[in-house]
């Protein structure tokens, strides 16, 4: 390659990376602001590939879900002023089982959403065999959710990551991919025993839904992720009005630049003691040592 052309290559890395880094340049104005990452460890081997995490009312108590078919439940410890100081484990890890009660194996054991019902149950979505459980406890055998065809048809490994419950307790999912980037991503809903599919979500490039909550106003709130390789991942967080079968709406609250946070897959959505709008996240580390299991928070400016 002559030297001059070498210097152009150079060059356009260069300024790519450069704004890799910096994030779009069209940024939406944010609406969220950030409090603090949290770095969290734990001398389990199970400890890790976390995507799904729910909040009580409280902002402390959590259940948390790893993609390896287990649940933990504990406490967060904040000090005063509701930073996050420390945590503490009072279950798991409880490995999940299937309807049968029998363990749960890498194929039929990929789960990604989490949704806790008023009662302390859990729901959990699954990857790989495309699918929603209800566990009254949670070593307790699956309860099956009936299956759709469409269901059958998701692309592998990029399904049922996002799993909420509304306020009227109907569950709430959908998958990761589209399909195609022009391609709306459908929104499956439960209740009455029945899944329909009343309304879908705009896709908006490479973002891809990984987590969801409704919050204490009633508004849906989406996680989605963008990654861009050895540059890291960006994360965004949308929300939406639902309205019966319609739905409104799509502000983004907030949106990083690469490598700001880890691969953020879990999102629980509070109230604080001040009346402000909390989001907290959890990263899944993948099990890699070049990742990291994170808890972020971010609050909603009024």
Same mark, same amino acid.
């Given at each position: 390659m002559p030297k001059r052309a070498r210097v152009a290559l150079i060059g356009a890395v260069f300024a790519w990376v450069?704004?890799?880094l910096a994030g779009p340049a069209t940024h939406p104005a944010p609406r969220a602001e950030f409090l603090q990452s949290y770095r969290w460890?734990?001398?389990?081997p199970a400890f890790g590939g976390f995507s799904g995490l729910e909040l009580a009312a409280n902002g402390q108590d959590f259940v948390l879900l790893s993609d390896r078919a287990t649940l933990w439940r504990g406490r967060l410890q904040r000090d005063p002023q509701g930073q996050i100081v420390g945590t503490q484990f009072i279950s798991g890890p409880v490995a999940l089982h299937d309807s049968k009660g029998g363990a749960l194996v890498r194929n039929n054991g990929d789960s990604e959403g989490l949704a806790l019902a008023d009662d302390g149950s859990v729901y959990v979505s699954f990857e790989g065999?495309?699918?929603?459980?209800?566990?009254? &406890? @949670?070593?307790?055998?699956a309860q099956r959710l009936p299956r759709p065809?469409?269901?059958?048809?998701f692309q592998a490994n990029s399904s049922l990551e996002a799993l909420a419950i509304g306020p009227d307790g109907a569950i709430y999912t959908l998958p990761e991919r589209s399909g195609g980037l022009s391609v709306p991503f459908p929104v499956w809903r439960y209740r009455a025993g029945g899944w329909?599919?009343?309304?879908?979500l705009p896709r908006d490039g490479d973002w891809l839904p990984v987590g969801a909550d409704f919050g204490p106003d009633g508004r849906f709130?989406?996680?989605? &992720? @963008?990654?861009w390789g050895l540059l890291g991942f960006l994360t965004r967080v949308r929300v939406f009005d639902?309205?019966?079968d319609t739905v409104s709406g799509g502000e983004v609250l907030l949106q990083t630049f690469a490598a700001r946070h880890d691969n953020l897959e879990g999102l629980a959505v509070w109230r604080d003691d001040t009346g402000t709008i909390r989001l907290t996240m959890v990263s899944d580390d993948n099990f890699r040592l070049l990742?990291?299991?994170e808890i972020v928070e971010y609050r909603l400016l009024r």
């Open positions: 450069g704004a890799a460890t734990d001398d389990d065999l495309h699918r929603v459980a209800h566990y009254n &406890r @949670d070593d307790a055998p065809d469409a269901f059958r048809r329909s599919q009343p309304f879908s709130y989406l996680l989605e &992720r @963008d990654f639902i309205q019966g990742q990291r299991t």
